[in-house]
């Protein structure tokens, strides 16, 4: 339904700023958390409706309390009622470093001059490519810095070519996109081109320390940035992400600032982020920050749970920036998407000689660098299945997650069997040893939670793809 505010009667609040910075700090100092308010909130979030930045402030403040354990297993009961215990599995693509802004946390800032400066090639994407697939990748995201040379014309040239590259069994299904805000013209271009979810990062909603920390280039602009995503609606992507790079200013600051985004983008677009990332700050080239916004493991651990708590319909996004500690136990609070088997070296997936490593080509250090193949293995272990579905995307259910969450038996009869799909490709195309017995194992437990009608047409489209047919979904 297309927004029509004059019909509405309200402001029409499109392309507008919408943080104000003493509404947030006045509900993080005023708010006060008792028991009851708290209960009240998680019941709430756990009735699968959205909290309000001042509910969202409740569970703030309740953090330090013995409260925040309810918090967490608000968190957990939420997933395991609405989701179930399906984790989506993507990896990142750096396709170029090159970059004109001076963002102080990152390892590509233009005055990084210790950074080796790279754009692959079409041959070299070919490469990377060929070389994800044979792992068993599906999804990717592809990165770039911001730069002249990276126009909407150039990205939409390079989602094609990824699409387009096919070895073996293997295929990428689907292509998001982090990358710099465009103008509406050029989200339609890069729109144009068949991506999934069109990814940006506010890194701190807090104006002041924004323009503290970008020192030059476009992305100085703060309300550009704050209103990048109002443009790629208006040019028709409605499958956007939103994050904040945790450790730039205070964590609580940006959880309501992430979630007064969501309020603007379901209050002007009828849907909110289909994706929110919550990377935390990890050590980078020349990087000289202080740690006064360090976000601890406890926090990130309850921030996460309040996310989840939130902002009940949205995906949530885990990389490889956290170690595999941290990821295991986060990933109980409601993740529903995390990176395997990653490397952020430009061309490092294609280089089995390791020619490319120490290159100083990475945008900074990750904690867990452990194989698709590992991070399967233990997902499979902690009995999650492990997922590379792309059908809503392709058959035109944009929308997913809200429709997960509200649709009643939706997971059932999608998600579930759709995972379960996507992982018996890869146990016939890429299993090995062990994970070939555990992934069957996982996939017969999985099957007997169905209902009768779909578990035999699950059971019978498994045949066919042990018989050598692909891409089967329903
Ligand atoms: N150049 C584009 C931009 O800045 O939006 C897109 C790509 S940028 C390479 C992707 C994200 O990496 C940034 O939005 C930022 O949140 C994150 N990032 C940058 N430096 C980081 C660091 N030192 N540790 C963790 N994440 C970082
Ligand atoms: Fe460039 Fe993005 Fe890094 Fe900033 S975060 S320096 S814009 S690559």
């Not at 994407?125 to 060929?130: A, L, S």
């Not at 103008?183 to 940006?200: K, L, M």
């Not at 799909?421 to 146990?427: D, F, N």
Request: glycine fraction near 8%.
């Amino acid at each position: 339904m297309k927004f029509s505010p004059e019909k509405l009667n309200i402001p029409d609040q499109r392309m507008k700023p919408f943080i104000d910075p003493s509404e947030i700090w006045d509900l993080i100092n005023n708010t006060k958390p008792d028991k009851a308010a708290v209960r009240d909130v998680i019941a709430k979030s756990l009735d699968k409706q959205r909290l309000t930045l001042r509910e969202t402030a409740i569970l703030i403040n309740s953090v330090g309390t013995d409260l925040a354990d309810e918090i967490k297993e608000g968190a957990k009961t939420l997933k395991e009622k609405v989701y179930g215990n399906r984790i989506v599995l993507f990896a990142p693509l750096y396709v170029g470093n090159r970059c004109i802004n001076n963002c102080k946390y990152c390892g590509f800032r233009a005055s990084n001059t210790g950074a080796v400066r790279k754009t692959l090639s079409d041959q070299e994407i070919i490469m990377e490519v060929e070389a994800l697939e044979d792992n068993g990748q599906k999804r990717l995201i592809l990165v770039y810095g911001e730069h002249p040379d990276y126009s909407p014309e150039y990205i939409a040239h390079t989602v094609k070519l990824v699409y387009s590259i096919k070895k073996g069994p293997g295929e990428i299904r689907r292509v998001n996109i982090n990358a710099a805000p465009l103008d509406i013209e050029g989200f339609r271009t890069v729109g144009a081109a068949g991506i999934g979810t069109y990814q940006i990062f506010q890194e701190t909603y807090h104006p002041e320390a924004y323009t503290w920390y970008h020192l030059g280039g476009k992305k100085r602009d703060y309300e550009y940035r704050l209103t990048a995503l109002d443009r790629a609606q208006e040019a028709g992507i409605d499958d956007v992400g939103i994050g904040a790079l945790f450790g730039l200013y205070d964590w609580r600051f940006e959880v309501l600032g992430l979630v007064r985004h969501t309020n603007h983008l379901e209050a002007c677009y009828n849907v909110g982020p289909h994706t929110i990332s919550f990377p935390r700050i990890k050590d980078a080239m020349s990087l000289n920050l202080d740690n006064k916004y360090e976000t601890t493991d406890d926090d990130f651990k309850k921030l996460v749970a309040i996310l989840r708590l939130a902002v009940p319909y949205t995906g949530l996004i885990l990389t490889a920036r956290e170690a595999p500690d941290v990821r295991r136990e986060v990933m109980q609070y409601g993740v529903s998407q995390i990176d395997g088997g990653t490397k952020l070296e430009l061309g490092s997936y294609s280089d089995t000689k390791n020619e490319n490593q120490n290159l100083n080509r990475e945008q900074f250090k990750i904690n867990d660098s452990r194989s698709l193949a590992d991070v399967i293995d233990e997902l499979l272990d902690n009995d999650y299945i492990p997922s590379f579905c792309t059908s809503c995307y392709r058959m035109g259910r944009t929308g997913e997650h809200f429709m997960e969450f509200s649709v009643p038996g939706f997971i059932k009869r999608f998600c579930t069997p759709n995972a379960i799909l996507t992982l018996s490709e890869y146990i016939c195309d890429y299993g090995r040893g062990e994970t070939i017995d555990k992934g069957w194992k996982v996939i017969e437990k999985n099957i007997a939670k169905l209902e009768p009608g779909v578990a035999s047409q699950t059971r019978e489209k498994i045949e066919r793809i042990k018989a050598g047919e692909r891409d089967l979904y329903f």
